[in-house]
């Protein structure tokens, strides 16, 4: 038998209506107070910044919902983050990277200029003290790895030369490695080279391989347990400084690497894809080295936008 309602009471069913606009009302009530708070912010870049973020972490939090204890989990992670982060590994940096964000604020901060190169991650291996090395040296500096002849010529979006431009180059060995990551305290694979006349340069480096970025930590974790490799696809760093022209930090890629589409940080953009030329042992090489072994080589012209 229906009950009679109760003078002031919903009639059953249309209740429900109401208090899910009363939560989302609670809910928005939240955001906008704290997003009040920050109003006062002197500094309205600051302001900006913290009143965007709470909103996107509200409209996270409303949108997923998690537990208390999902919760709870993500702050353990973060934690964890900070725990095994100190001078020389930094896992925030490494979160940053594996979800596209380092690529994104590479992306909003270079905007395309002309037919400037494109930038790409820096990664947590440069090292700002690298040694001189000649134009036609070898940055190798006994790391194991493939010979590579790696030359090109650095010019402004106008096509003149830059003469004197400083090129900062670095990479892993054939064992996955970069020299920091060595237990002594060896330099090994990176170093700076300065433009000639010309805008050109040239070295001898290491033919690039594929590496796992560092994934015995938190972030390694987080990786395996959604089912996605560490491994960053083929590279050679390069960071490019000359006077007026803006600075770029970027890659090369090795066409063909079957990793281009899967590298762990998004840091793979189709014009830093670079063909590599595989030359047999005993082929005569660009500046009359004799090389044991087989060798490659590669070009990598460099446009440079206006700073
Ligand atoms: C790297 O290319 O060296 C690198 C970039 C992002 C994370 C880890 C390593
Ligand atoms: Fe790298």
């Not at 490494?94 to 002309?114: H, K, P, W, Y």
């Amino acid at each position: 038998m229906t009950q009679p309602i109760p003078a002031g009471a919903q009639p059953t069913g249309v209740g429900a209506e109401p208090s899910a606009r009363e939560q989302s009302a609670r809910e928005q009530a939240l955001v906008d107070r704290v997003v009040a708070s920050f109003d006062d912010t002197p500094d309205e870049r600051l302001r900006t910044l913290m009143q965007s973020l709470t909103r996107h972490l509200h409209a996270f939090v409303r949108e997923v919902r998690p537990t208390e204890t999902e919760w709870q989990r993500a702050i353990d992670f973060l934690t964890a983050v900070g725990h095994i982060t100190d001078d020389r590994r930094q896992e925030f940096i490494l979160l940053s990277d594996v979800f596209g964000i380092s690529m994104q604020t590479v992306q909003v901060n270079n905007e395309a200029r002309a037919d400037a190169t494109e930038a790409t991650v820096f990664g947590p291996f440069f090292v700002a003290d690298a040694p001189f090395v000649e134009n036609g040296g070898d940055i190798a500096n006994g790391a194991p790895g493939q010979p590579c002849w790696v030359q090109g010529r650095v010019t402004s979006i106008d096509g003149s030369p830059v003469a004197d431009a400083r090129l900062d180059v670095w990479e892993a060995d054939d064992d996955g490695f970069y020299d920091v990551q060595y237990t002594d305290d060896r330099t090994a694979a990176r170093g700076f080279l300065v433009t000639d006349a010309n805008g050109e340069y040239r070295f001898w480096a290491l033919t690039p391989t594929p590496y796992p970025i560092p994934h015995d930590g938190p972030v390694g974790e987080l990786l395996s347990a959604v089912h996605r490799s560490p491994m960053r696809a083929s590279h050679l760093h390069f960071m490019a400084q000359a006077a007026g022209l803006r600075t770029l930090v970027t890659h090369i890629f090795v066409d063909g690497d079957p990793l281009l589409d899967a590298d762990s940080v998004f840091g793979v953009t189709d014009s830093l894809i670079k063909r590599f030329e595989f030359h047999e042992a005993g082929s005569p090489t660009p500046d009359g080295r004799v090389v044991e072994g087989p060798w490659s080589q590669v070009r990598f012209d460099i446009v440079l936008a206006p700073a």
